[in-house]
């Protein structure tokens, strides 16, 4: 499992015109990307790190501020360049193994009392973001 994190000071999740999921002040916008093997072991790992990672303002975490995070669907996390021009994404899982994996981080998040938004899985997706810092950070587990 993959995740890339970006502080942020707001984010949002548009499908077909219309928001979805949004955060309206400072948090953290995760992008997740599951692969064939992944399971509760990195959703945990995955969900841990989101919560605790001290990437916020003065060295502090999301769960420490209470801040928003605003999780969304990236299969494309998994995406191979490195060959040809055309990326390749054999090594993403598909949606219906991937989709339920997702469910489990925000909800692993959830139970940590954060407040969570998300994206639509499967969908055609507009995310608009002011990074702030800027800081992003790759994660795997």
């Known amino acids: 499992m993959r995740a890339v994190l ?3 000071t707001r984010a949002s999740v548009t499908v077909d015109g219309e928001v979805v999921g949004a955060i309206d002040r400072p948090g953290v916008l995760a992008l997740v990307g599951v692969t064939h093997d992944d399971g509760p072991e990195q959703v945990a790992a995955i969900a ?4 605790d990672l001290r990437i916020l303002r003065d060295e502090r975490s999301v769960l420490d501020e209470g801040a928003p995070v605003l999780v969304v669907s990236q299969f494309t ?3 191979d360049a490195r060959k040809g021009r055309r990326p390749t994404w054999q ?6 193994v991937a989709e339920p994996l997702v469910d489990q ?3 692993a998040l959830r139970e940590r009392g954060l407040e969570v938004a998300t994206g639509r899985f499967g969908a055609d997706m507009a ?3 002011v990074n702030d810092g800027p800081v992003t950070l790759l994660l795997e587990a």
């Open 6 to 8: 970006q502080r942020v």
């Open 48 to 51: 841990r790190k989101i919560a």
């Open 77 to 79: 996390l998994y995406g």
């Open 91 to 96: 090594a993403a899982a598909p949606g219906t």
């Open 105 to 107: 981080v925000v909800t």
């Open 127 to 129: 995310v608009e973001l």
